[in-house]
C-alpha cells in the first residue's frame, strides 16, 4: 500500500495503524469525535484503510469486531464532547486562539448545529472537523440529552462501521490497491456531499420564504443554555 503523501507521515493512515494498531485507531477515533484536539485527524481515510487491511489479512482482528469497537469510540468521544461543552458553555466563544485551537472553527460548527438542529449530529459525522465541534456545540446549547444520545449512536454507527465497510468491501479490488492515495483524497471529498445538499435545501427554502425568521440568537451569535434545543 502506497502512503498518502497529503501531509506529514505521522497523519498517513497505514503509518499510523502499523505503528499504533488497533489501540491507536480507537484513540484517535474518540479524540476526533470530540475532544478539541482532535480536529486535525484523519479519520475518513483512517476508517477506509482499516477496512482494507482487515479484508486482505494485514490486520488480524474480525470485522465485525473492528466495526462495534469504532462505534463504541466514536459514540464515547461524542458523549464527552457533549458534556464538556455543557460544562464549558459560553466562554468557550471568548478562548483565544492558539496553534491547536481556532474561534472560527467553533463559529462554524454552531452555524452548522444552528442551521440544522439535531439531525447535524449524524450529518457532521461526515464532515472533518466540524465533526469535532458539533457534539461540543451541542452541549453548549443545551441540546435535550435523550435526543443527543440518539442522533450520536446513529451517526456514529453510519460513519464508524459504514466507512470501515466501505474500506472492507472495496479491499479486493485491484484498482483500490493502485490508486489508494486517489481513493483517499475521494473520501475527503465526498465527506461533503451530505452538507452540499442540505445547504442545497436550505437555500431553496429560502428563496420560497424570503421573510422567514432566523433561528434564535441569529447564525452568527454564541448559542446559550435553553435555547431551542433545550430540555423543555
Same mark, same amino acid.
Given at each position: 500500500?502506497? =502512503?498518502?503523501? !497529503?501531509?506529514?507521515?505521522? +497523519?498517513?493512515? $497505514?503509518? &499510523? @495503524?502499523? /505503528?499504533? #494498531? %488497533?489501540?491507536?485507531?480507537?484513540?484517535?477515533?474518540?479524540?476526533? =469525535?470530540?475532544? !478539541?484536539?482532535?480536529?486535525? +485527524?484523519?479519520? $475518513?481515510? &483512517? @476508517?477506509? /484503510?482499516? #477496512? %482494507?487491511?482487515?479484508?486482505?489479512?494485514?490486520?488480524?482482528?474480525?470485522?465485525?469486531?473492528?466495526?462495534?469497537?469504532?462505534?463504541?469510540?466514536?459514540? &464515547?468521544?461524542?458523549?464527552? #464532547?457533549?458534556?464538556?461543552?455543557?460544562?464549558?458553555?459560553?466562554?468557550?466563544?471568548?478562548?483565544?486562539?492558539?496553534?491547536?485551537?481556532?474561534?472560527?472553527?467553533?463559529?462554524?460548527?454552531?452555524?452548522?448545529?444552528?442551521?440544522?438542529?439535531?439531525?447535524?449530529?449524524?450529518?457532521?459525522?461526515?464532515?472533518?472537523?466540524?465533526?469535532?465541534?458539533?457534539?461540543?456545540?451541542?452541549?453548549?446549547?443545551?441540546?435535550?440529552?435523550?435526543?443527543?444520545?440518539?442522533?450520536?449512536?446513529?451517526?456514529?454507527?453510519?460513519?464508524?462501521?459504514?466507512?470501515?465497510?466501505?474500506?472492507?468491501?472495496?479491499?479486493?479490488?485491484?484498482?483500490?490497491?493502485?490508486?489508494?492515495?486517489?481513493?483517499?483524497?475521494?473520501?475527503?471529498?465526498?465527506?461533503?456531499?451530505?452538507?452540499?445538499?442540505?445547504?442545497?435545501?436550505?437555500?431553496?427554502?429560502?428563496?420560497?420564504?424570503?421573510?422567514?425568521?432566523?433561528?434564535?440568537?441569529?447564525?452568527?451569535?454564541?448559542?446559550?443554555?435553553?435555547?431551542?434545543?433545550?430540555?423543555?
Amino acid at each position: 500500500m502506497t =502512503s498518502l503523501a !497529503l501531509g506529514p507521515s505521522w +497523519l498517513d493512515p $497505514d503509518y &499510523l @495503524l502499523q /505503528t499504533f #494498531g %488497533l489501540v491507536g485507531l480507537l484513540i484517535i477515533v474518540f479524540a476526533e =469525535s470530540g475532544l !478539541l484536539i482532535g480536529f486535525f +485527524l484523519p479519520g $475518513d481515510s &483512517l @476508517l477506509f /484503510t482499516t #477496512g %482494507l487491511l482487515v479484508t486482505t489479512g494485514k490486520l488480524d482482528t474480525p470485522l465485525w469486531l473492528v466495526c462495534i469497537l469504532v462505534v463504541f469510540a466514536a459514540v &464515547l468521544g461524542d458523549q464527552v #464532547g457533549y458534556l464538556f461543552g455543557k460544562k464549558v458553555g459560553p466562554s468557550l466563544f471568548s478562548r483565544p486562539d492558539s496553534k491547536l485551537f481556532k474561534q472560527e472553527n467553533v463559529e462554524k460548527a454552531h452555524e452548522f448545529f444552528e442551521k440544522y438542529g439535531p439531525k447535524s449530529l449524524v450529518l457532521a459525522r461526515f464532515v472533518p472537523i466540524v465533526r469535532t465541534f458539533t457534539p461540543i456545540i451541542a452541549g453548549v446549547s443545551g441540546m435535550n440529552y435523550r435526543s443527543f444520545v440518539t442522533f450520536n449512536v446513529i451517526g456514529g454507527t453510519l460513519w464508524g462501521a459504514g466507512v470501515t465497510l466501505l474500506g472492507a468491501a472495496l479491499g479486493n479490488v485491484a484498482f483500490v490497491h493502485q490508486h489508494i492515495e486517489l481513493i483517499l483524497v475521494a473520501i475527503v471529498l465526498v465527506s461533503v456531499v451530505p452538507i452540499a445538499i442540505e445547504f442545497l435545501r436550505a437555500r431553496s427554502k429560502a428563496k420560497k420564504n424570503p421573510s422567514a425568521p432566523e433561528g434564535p440568537g441569529g447564525p452568527g451569535q454564541a448559542p446559550q443554555r435553553g435555547g431551542r434545543h433545550a430540555k423543555r
